[in-house]
């Protein structure tokens, strides 16, 4: 059994958690201090010291464990040997969407915050490594349907392939709509919306 005082100091970990998560996707991880997390946590700055070395610290405890679980879905996906290129590419931007959905409003946090270049070869942050990590899962799948061997154009059509990803999140994440209706009543759509995307990649690499 857990003693009053461990009791207290994972309730003090989770309420700094809970409104530098809050504060993150209200105004945006630069705009965020230490100082006004531990005012809406209720403690002082000094104590968010004690469970974390800085803001990155609490960006990474935010995001990593969900990004994780998002990188061993696509993993998984990307190795059923039952699929074409084709519908690994579909099933893993429906997976990606349906998590930024899911988290609408932490995805930009979980993707964005501190980021790097997705052609960085050795990031700093292990946040961002992951973050690659994802991005390097979607472009063999890429490279998969389209076989190409050029690896500048095939990151300059990865590029392409994610503004389309996000350019779907911007326009659905205000929705209000229950989630599972809206991905049962739109992924259709996704679908065509991806086959007309390497339709033209094929036609621009002809």
Do not use: W
């Amino acid at each position: 059994m857990k003693s009053k005082q461990v009791q207290r100091s994972e309730e003090t970990k989770k309420q700094i958690l809970q409104s530098a998560g809050l504060l993150f996707a209200k105004k945006g991880y630069d705009a965020v201090t230490i100082r006004e997390i531990a005012k809406d946590a209720g403690c002082s700055h000094t104590t968010i010291y004690l469970y974390f070395k800085d803001k990155e610290a609490l960006l990474h405890e935010l995001s990593m464990p969900s990004l994780l679980d998002l990188q061993q879905q696509l993993q998984q996906i990307s190795t059923m040997n039952m699929l074409t290129a084709e519908e690994k590419l579909k099933k893993i931007s429906i997976e990606y969407i349906h998590f930024c959905l899911q988290n609408r409003n932490m995805y930009d946090i979980f993707f964005n915050a501190k980021s790097s270049r997705v052609d960085e070869k050795e990031p700093e942050l292990a946040i961002n490594k992951l973050r690659l990590e994802i991005f390097a899962l979607m472009k063999v799948v890429i490279q998969q349907c389209l076989s190409i061997l050029n690896d500048e154009q095939l990151l300059t059509f990865s590029r392409i392939y994610y503004y389309h990803l996000n350019g779907i999140l911007s326009t659905y994440s205000y929705q209000h709509e229950p989630l599972d209706v809206l991905m049962e009543r739109l992924t259709p759509t996704f679908d065509l919306a991806i086959e007309i995307l390497l339709l033209g990649f094929k036609e621009k690499l002809k």
